[in-house]
């Protein structure tokens, strides 16, 4: 089996910290370029190099749109699906 390259094992990395940062208010995890970078032990500059940085500023963009919804909307945004019956 080949091995992952660098840029394939930094994005598995980065997709793993967004998605569990955008569950988080903007407070409690920061979602810029700088900080994600801290997060991941990486400079800024490999984010830029890589472009990965139009992943970090899209992950914020919905962290700020999921601030504003509730637990049960984002859950319906995320299942559509799976629609929970909540009647008595």
Do not use: C, W
């Not at 094992?9 to 955008?22: F, K, N, P, S, V």
């Not at 990486?42 to 890589?50: C, E, G, N, Q």
């Not at 899209?58 to 799976?82: V, Y």
């Amino acid at each position: 089996m080949p091995r992952l390259s660098v840029r394939d094992q930094l994005h598995r990395r980065l997709r793993d910290y967004l998605a569990i940062a955008e569950a988080h208010t903007p407070d409690e995890t920061a979602l810029d370029v700088r900080s994600v970078a801290a997060a991941l032990g990486v400079s800024p500059t490999t984010l830029y190099k890589y472009g990965f940085n139009n992943n970090v500023n899209a992950a914020e963009q919905r962290q700020r749109e999921n601030a504003l919804l509730s637990g049960p909307a984002i859950e319906k945004r995320f299942f559509p699906g799976s629609a929970r019956s909540v009647e008595n």
